[in-house]
């Protein structure tokens, strides 16, 4: 299998024209043309009906003649936000096929117990005393997730997947510090991982080797054997691994690895596919996080509030960041300094004790769903994904077509050769049907990749309907329709954007008029 080093293309050669019918104004059906809240509305008018200023007395010369705010009326302000919302695809409104992301549906139940006064206004300053029950919340969940994974500790403050790897590997660097073992400086990392191991690898100070993987989508033990060494810190794998697959000799790449003198760090993000079947600590795993917005339902928010709780084995929990829940005499309280035996602790990873919101919602997951209902998370996840597999193999080609997959299907872009459609025109065109499309071109080891992740949220209706899309496309590539693909998407208000200039000259402030320049 060759390395795909060509990332995501941008925009092809004329894409964007509008082929067939445009409308006249911009907007798409319902779908209306949004401009910035700052080009709309004019800078006089005011949405509120205020008693006019008194004359500051003390104030001359320090007050502004205007501010510029956009000047909107209510039904205008609540259209815009409605407008830019009806913009976002969201899993409320249909399946959300991203690989390795788990968009899974968020229950409401969680909610609504998120939204309970004593959760909802809790201030981080709060007194103890006042603050019994959240830090009881804080505690079950942490006994959930160290059930659920078979490890001793687990460290909650941690905001997001990557910043729980970060938790981790400086529990590693600091286990080693105290070992005598501060030498040890390179992170390996397989081929197909997600980019936030290696970076997170290389922001810790190590450097990063890649491990091979074999022609069945798993970590090369001989190589991995290779490259074990005095110098190596930590491998960091992930299972089920970004193939979708499980790595069936986890238990010898534990061994050898702890045999070098190294730690084993999981990437957890697809624990979605084995809670309540597989425990990490049983796999000989040091430490792994566990995305709660990914696995337990809570919302992956736009960039933030989010947790990555990240559980820890016997020889790495000393090293945990503060603050931890403790019962004492007078209650539950926060160790907020390592002090005694646990004055080896790294530090902290967050200024108070985590994302509240977030804790609640993925405990009431967890309670609502039952050791039981977890169980059937991993198996109905599993066998969606595998649904998928079956319904599409015989059209498109999937990456590894022996044995079934994990909780995502995997299929390259061999089956589009010589259709002049790329994995991306394929994916624009999907959003003319409909649907939000897969994971593309990741992971990196698969040519021109399409990761689906159904999750095990999606009823059968509903992946019978993603189904049929995908089948009618690859049917549509096939026969030559190449203008459906190099087009799309027809239907979006915003077409082909040329996604590197966005990138690379991103346009992050706007320009005032003149008049308050
Ligand atoms: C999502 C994901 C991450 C990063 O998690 P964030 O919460 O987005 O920081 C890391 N590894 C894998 C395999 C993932 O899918």
Known sequence: MTMQNVGRPTRPE??????????????????????LIFELGGWSKTGVDLPPAEEPSDLAGLTRE???????????????????????????????PLGSCTMKHNPRLNEKAARMAGFADL??????????????????????????????AVALTPKAGAHGELCGLLCIKAAHEAAGQAHRR??????????????????????VQEIAQTEDGRVDL????????????????????????????????????????????????NFNAIVGRVRPGDLGVDAMHINLHKTFSTPHGGGGPGAGPVVLSAALAPFAPAPWVVHGPDGLTLVEEAADD????????????????????????????????????????????????????????????????????LFDDAWLEGTGVTTLDFAKAMIDEGFHPM?????????????????????????DRFC??????????????????????????????????????????????????
């Open 186 to 207: 390179t992170v390996l990392v397989p081929t197909s991982a997600h980019g936030t191991n290696p970076a997170t690898a290389a922001f810790v100070g190590y450097s």
């Open 123 to 152: 201030h981080p300053l709060a007194p103890l005393a006042t603050t019994q029950g959240a830090l009881e919340l804080m505690d079950r969940l942490a006994h959930w997730l160290k059930t659920l994974t078979g490890m001793p």
């Open 342 to 409: 646990a004055a080896q602790a790294f530090g902290r990873m967050s200024a108070f004790q985590g994302q509240m919101g977030m804790f609640v919602r993925a405990y009431a997951y967890m309670r609502s769903h039952g050791a039981d209902g977890l169980r059937q998370v991993a198996e109905d996840a599993v066998l969606n994904a595998n649904y998928i597999k079956a319904r599409l193999s015989d059209v498109m080609t999937p990456a590894f077509p022996d044995g079934p997959c994990m909780h995502e299907a």
């Open 14 to 35: 004329g894409a964007g024209e509008t082929s067939g019918f445009a409308s006249l104004t911009g907007g798409r059906g319902l779908l209306q043309d949004e401009p």
């Open 66 to 96: 205007s501010l510029p705010l956009p000047g909107l009326s209510e039904p205008e302000t609540m259209r815009h936000y409605v407008r830019l919302s009806q913009k976002n695809h969201a899993i409320d409104l249909a399946l959300y």
């Open 222 to 269: 001989a190589d991995l054997e290779a490259k074990l060494g005095p110098d190596v810190a930590a491998i960091m794998v992930t299972n089920p691994n970004t193939c979708g697959l499980f790595e069936r000799d986890v238990i010898e790449i534990a061994r050898i690895t702890h045999a070098h003198g190294a730690y084993f760090y999981c990437d957890g993000a």
């Open 468 to 517: 049929d899309a995908l089948r009618a496309l690859a049917a549509a590539a096939k026969l030559g329709d190449v203008d459906r693909f190099k087009g799309a998407p027809h239907l979006a208000p915003l077409r082909r954007l040329d996604e590197t200039l966005a990138a690379r000259k991103p346009k992050l402030t706007w320009k005032p008029e003149a008049e308050f320049a």
């Open 439 to 463: 994971t593309m071109y990741f992971p990196l080891v698969v040519h021109g990749a399409m990761l689906i992740e159904p999750t095990e949220t999606e009823s059968k209706r509903e992946l």
